[in-house]
Structure formats: structure tokens, C-alpha cells
């Protein structure tokens, strides 16, 4: 009796355990993970989830529930977009696709769980893990600078409430006051980004401040589209901008938040707004995940995985990845490879072989637009350019803004394939 | 001289005012070479990207048959939207004014003389399209000839979805556009004459003759295929 019990409650646990297998199946889809929801991380989660039609489990983790654009943030200086028409919510990606969407700071990885630790303390399984969490700064990459002093002397450089500050200050500066701006070292995010936002402060000025001047501090011999900023500066803004390159000190920099000073090369300016944009590193999860190396995060280019763990990927700005520029672009189309090669891996579906493409359009003055773009291939180093154009100098009016027109629509293009 | 015998005794019987101001249709024939890349008109026009243009004045608006219309053309069909010639001039002039989230990517003509010399040309085949003048044309404007052979090539849609990745950070999948025009329901062998006229540079857009610098004829077919078949 007693073993027949035995042998009894042993078979029925066995059954149990054999019954239970689907549900826990069925409970148990693979789940994703992505962390940032931006460029890279809003249009991986869609397209996973839109493309693997519920079978894949995915969460989106992203601290802002109105997430602003740091492209076109420029063009809300110059005054040609709102800071409304920045915004975009993540309703559709909850409604619309089933993405379990939580507002929170990722603040660990325990890469041998595989789980994520939430600030609010909740953690989350993961089969993969996507990081996409944007840019930070590089602790006393600019002498005198820090966080603490991003109010009185903002980096603007992610979109909200520093670009609205930047706003004001330029605003309210005095007639014939001094706009600076220490420019950053490569590589960072959006290589034209420092100089559209000259030429959107000139644009600015020109219209309420026509005496002021604009002082670039830079540690960069050279930078994007130069020709074609250089051109439109002296077209639009002549003797407004002067720009202080490596050869003349604008690598040995030092602010003073308190007095508005900047210092070049020893030289003391006495400025009125100083917008600082400091060296970048990857946004702070990847180091906390531990799969940087220097700033970045080295990754495979085939599929976006991290060189030092297979069950992640890494996309956009923080990726160490090759040839491509550090773009929402350039993010949105690696997550498309990402998302692909995922959904294979979790799903058995067809991987398609990897392929990218980034094109950058930038605002000199009211209908000059201009762009630069690029396609490229995943080799077994990294992801190598392939073909590529800029916009040239002296080109019509008429090219010019329809190149303008175009970036209008590429805005509405690449916002609605992130969260639409 | 036909046609413009033809040209007098429609306004005649049309009656329209704004007509006798002189438009000129063969200043409007030029003029539709830029709608024709998309829309053909005269004998023998069918629906390509966008719908025909024969007996356009007075058609109601989304009414050729089989043609797919976005869901706002579709509204205004419904709200009882008719082509005649102030709905056309408003639309010709700026489409998306007249019906916000049309297809058609096109920016529309400011200029008022264009808009009556187009007009003059368009009206030449309404009404009588049995009586269109010219024999041959169909007015579709050739930019390029792509060999049978790869208008033959069946795309795989799976593939193009995913190819389509590269479109959609710029061409939205609903159909919406401007400064960017959409690209979905274009007939597949319209599509697939655009890349290739883009692919060796017969089109001038660098954005584009770079994206389609690096596609293969399959490739091409793929993305035909895949953006025929969305709604």
C-alpha cells in the first residue's frame, strides 16, 4: 500500500510535470528586453513584437513617458518646430502591439540570471536583452564642468528641458552678448549636430540679437558637412560665427560656470550663454552591464550582439560598431537588423542577411537644408560603409529646399516607424 | 487643329467662365510631365500609381474603378467630393489642402496661369473620351525602359518586408507624405521602373540612386512585391 502510494503520487507527478510542460510553455514565450526607447530601442521593440505577432514576450523600458526628439531639437532653437511637435508617447506601442511599456530607470544586469533591475526595484527576466540607451558624459571631459552644472551651462544635448533651456538663454542674452559653445571630440552623437545648432543660434540671433557673436571652441580639426556649414555661415551669418580649432586651442578648454567664463587656451572669455557638449561615452547601463570597452560597447555587426555576451545587443549611440555615425538614423536602421535577427533566434523565422543605411540632413538657414548619407554592410569586423553622397556646395535655392521639404519628411517617416 | 476644335467647343458647351481667360493646353502638356510619372491620360490611360485622368472633370472623386484610394480620398469621395474645375484648381494647386493625407506626392502648382494652362490640357479629354486628339500618346512620359526580363523576375514579399526596413526611416507605410512621397500600392512593374531608373541614374535623387545602387533586380522585385501588396 504504502508503495503503491508511493508509485502512485510519483506517476501523477510525473504526469503533472507532463501536462504542465504547454502551460509553461505557453506562459513562458521568449521574452525581450529593451532598455531606451529611443531610435534603436522604440523601433526594436515594435518591430519584434509587430513581427513576431505575439509569440515573442517584449517590455520596453524608458524612464520618460513623453519621449523628445534630439533630432530636430536644433530646429526648435532656430524657431521652425515646436517643442510639442518633439513629443511622442509610447501609447501605440502598448496598444497597438502588446509591448509591456514600463517607465523606469534599468539600473542593473545580472548577465548570468539574465534579469534586469528596475530603480523601482522590480526585476525582469530576459531570453535577450537590447540596450539602447543613448549617450552620457564623460566625467571631466571639460575642466570646471559637470553635471551639477548643466543649468548654468546646459549640453542641450538630449532634447526636453536642457534645449528649452538653451532657448531662453539665448533669448535673454544682451545685445551684442556672446554665444559659446565647446564642441565635443569624436566620436559623439550626431557628428553635424554642434554645427546646425551654430547655425540655428545665428538664425536666432540674426532676427533678436543681430551684434551678438558666436564662439565655437573645437577639438576637432574637422567636422561633418564643414564645406557646406562653412559656405551658408558666410552666406547667412557673415562675421557672427568664429570657430577656434585644435590648432589654435580650442582642445584646451576650461569653464567657470559661476563667473561665465570660457578659457582657451589660457585665454579668458567672458561669454553669456556657454553651451558645453561634453566628450560621450554609452549611456550608463552598458558599463553597469559590463560590456564596454573604453566608452563604448563593441558589437558584432551581423546582428547587433554584444562582442561579450550573445543574449545582448547593443544599438545606436552606445554601440562601438564601425563606420556608421552616431545618428537616430543610423539606430533605427541597426534595430531593424537587431529585430530581425532576434526574432530568428527566439522563433526559428528567416534572418535576412544585415544591411544599414543612415542619411543626416542639417538646417543652415531658413529653406538651406543639406545632407550627407551613407549605405553599409556588416563584415566580420564591423559594420563598413559601402557607397555614399553629401549635398554639394553651391547648389540652387531650389535643391536646397526641397532638401529641407525632404527632412520634414523623413521626420515624420522615421517618428511614425518607431511609434506608430 | 482638331484638338483645338475640339478645345472650343468644350467650353463652349461647359460654359466656364475662368476657361476664356486662355488656357493653354499645350503650355499644360509640358506642365504634365510632371504628373506623369504617375498618372496617364488619353487614349488607351490606365490606373498606374495614380489613377487615370480621362473624363476626369466631373467624376466624382475615388471613382476609378479599382483603383485604390487612400482612406482620406475615400472620405471625400464619400462626402461627395466632384472633380470639376474649382475642386480640381484647389487640388492642383495644393493637394494635401484640399485632401489632407492623399497619396499623391505632389506639392502643387502656386502659379495660377500653370494651374489654367493644365486645366486646358486635362479638359481635352473629358467629356468625349471616344474623341481623345492625339492617336498615340497616353501621355505617359517614359524616363525609362526596364528589359522584360526583369519586369518578369516573381519578388518574394517575406523578403521585400524586410528589405523594406531600408524604406520605411523615411516613407511611411501608411501612405502618408510629404516631402517625402509614399510609396505603397504602386503597381509592381511602376515600382520596380523607378529603382532601376534610379539604380543607374536616370533619376537624380541621391538618396535614392544610393538605396538602389546596392539592390539587385530580386531585390527589387522583393520590394515590388511587398509595397504592391500592403494596404
Redesign the interface.
Known amino acids: 500500500m504504502e508503495f503503491n502510494r508511493r508509485a502512485f503520487l510519483g506517476s501523477a507527478a510525473a504526469t503533472a510535470g507532463v501536462l504542465a510542460a504547454p502551460m509553461v510553455r505557453a506562459q513562458g514565450k521568449p521574452r525581450v528586453v529593451v532598455i531606451g526607447g529611443g531610435a534603436g530601442g522604440a523601433t526594436a521593440a515594435r518591430?519584434i513584437a509587430k513581427d513576431s505577432a505575439g509569440a515573442i514576450d517584449v517590455t520596453l523600458v524608458e524612464p520618460s513617458r513623453t519621449y523628445y526628439t534630439c533630432y530636430f531639437s536644433n530646429l526648435y532653437l532656430g524657431g521652425f518646430r515646436t517643442m510639442e511637435s518633439l513629443g511622442h508617447s509610447y501609447g501605440t506601442l502598448a496598444a497597438a502591439y502588446g509591448i509591456n511599456v514600463v517607465h523606469d530607470w534599468a539600473i542593473g544586469v545580472d548577465r548570468d540570471a539574465k534579469t534586469v533591475t528596475l530603480a523601482g526595484g522590480a526585476s525582469l527576466p530576459y531570453d535577450r536583452l537590447i540596450l539602447s540607451p543613448g549617450i552620457d558624459f564623460v566625467d571631466g571631459a571639460v575642466e570646471g564642468w559637470g553635471v551639477s552644472a548643466q543649468n548654468a551651462m546646459p549640453h542641450a544635448y538630449k532634447a526636453g528641458s536642457q534645449t528649452e533651456l538653451l532657448k531662453a538663454q539665448v533669448l535673454a542674452m544682451p545685445q551684442g552678448g556672446t554665444f559659446a559653445m565647446v564642441a565635443p571630440p569624436n566620436p559623439y552623437r550626431c557628428p553635424p549636430g554642434p554645427y546646425e545648432r551654430v547655425s540655428m543660434v545665428a538664425h536666432l540671433l540674426k532676427q533678436t540679437n543681430p551684434t551678438a557673436k558666436i564662439l565655437i571652441a573645437d577639438p576637432k580639426e574637422s567636422f561633418s558637412k564643414q564645406g557646406l556649414f562653412e559656405e551658408g555661415w558666410n552666406a547667412h551669418y557673415a562675421g557672427m560665427i568664429e570657430r577656434v580649432g585644435p590648432d589654435f586651442g580650442g582642445a584646451v578648454v576650461a569653464v567657470d560656470p559661476v563667473a561665465m567664463t570660457l578659457s582657451i587656451d589660457g585665454v579668458v572669455n567672458s561669454v553669456d550663454v556657454c553651451n558645453v557638449i561634453p566628450a560621450m561615452k554609452a549611456g550608463r547601463i552598458a558599463e553597469i552591464a559590463g560590456i564596454t570597452e573604453g566608452n563604448w560597447a563593441p558589437v558584432n555587426a551581423a546582428d547587433m550582439s554584444s562582442k561579450m555576451d550573445e543574449n545582448i545587443h547593443v544599438l545606436g549611440d552606445a554601440a562601438a560598431q564601425g563606420d556608421m555615425p552616431k545618428s537616430g538614423?543610423s539606430a533605427?536602421?541597426q534595430a531593424?537588423?537587431c529585430a530581425?535577427a532576434v526574432r530568428g533566434a527566439l522563433t526559428g523565422s528567416?534572418i535576412?542577411p544585415a544591411?544599414f543605411?543612415n542619411?543626416c540632413w542639417s538646417l543652415i538657414a531658413p529653406n538651406d537644408g543639406v545632407?550627407v548619407?551613407?549605405?553599409y554592410e556588416a563584415t566580420d569586423e564591423k559594420i563598413a560603409s559601402?557607397?555614399?553622397?553629401v549635398s554639394a556646395t553651391g547648389e540652387s535655392d531650389e535643391v536646397r529646399q526641397a532638401t529641407y521639404?525632404?527632412?520634414?519628411?523623413?521626420y515624420?517617416?522615421?517618428v511614425?516607424?518607431m511609434f506608430? | 487643329m482638331r484638338g483645338r476644335l475640339l478645345f472650343t467647343a468644350l467650353m463652349l458647351t461647359a460654359g466656364l467662365a475662368r476657361g476664356e481667360t486662355g488656357g493653354d493646353p499645350e503650355n499644360g502638356q509640358r506642365l504634365f510631365k510632371q504628373c506623369s510619372s504617375c498618372h496617364q491620360v488619353g487614349q488607351g490611360a490606365v490606373d498606374r500609381i495614380g489613377p487615370h485622368l480621362n473624363d476626369i472633370f466631373d467624376r466624382a472623386a475615388g471613382a476609378s474603378e479599382g483603383f485604390k484610394y487612400s482612406q482620406d480620398m475615400q472620405h471625400a469621395a464619400a462626402g461627395g467630393l466632384i472633380w470639376d474645375y474649382d475642386t480640381l484648381d484647389s487640388f492642383v494647386e495644393n493637394p494635401r489642402g484640399l485632401v489632407s493625407r492623399t497619396r499623391m506626392a505632389f506639392r502643387g502648382l502656386p502659379d495660377e496661369q500653370d494651374r489654367v494652362d493644365l486645366l486646358a490640357y486635362l479638359r481635352q479629354f473629358s467629356a468625349n473620351p471616344a474623341n481623345i486628339p492625339d492617336a498615340t500618346p497616353a501621355a505617359a512620359f517614359v524616363e525609362h525602359d526596364v528589359a522584360p526580363e526583369i519586369l518578369a523576375i516573381v519578388g518574394d514579399p517575406a523578403y521585400g518586408e524586410y528589405l523594406s526596413g531600408e524604406c520605411t526611416s523615411c516613407h511611411q507605410i501608411n501612405g502618408a507624405g510629404d516631402g517625402i512621397p509614399a510609396i505603397t500600392n504602386w503597381p509592381k512593374d511602376d515600382f520596380v521602373t523607378a529603382m532601376h531608373a534610379y539604380k543607374v541614374g536616370v533619376r537624380a535623387h541621391p538618396v535614392m540612386q544610393m538605396m538602389a545602387g546596392r539592390l539587385s533586380d530580386e531585390e527589387i522585385a522583393s520590394l515590388a512585391a511587398y509595397f504592391e501588396s500592403i494596404q
Open positions: 518591430y538614423f533605427n536602421s531593424k537588423v530581425n528567416t535576412f544591411r543605411a542619411t545632407k548619407g551613407a549605405t559601402v557607397a555614399g553622397f521639404q525632404e527632412s520634414i519628411g523623413w515624420d517617416g522615421i511614425s516607424d506608430s
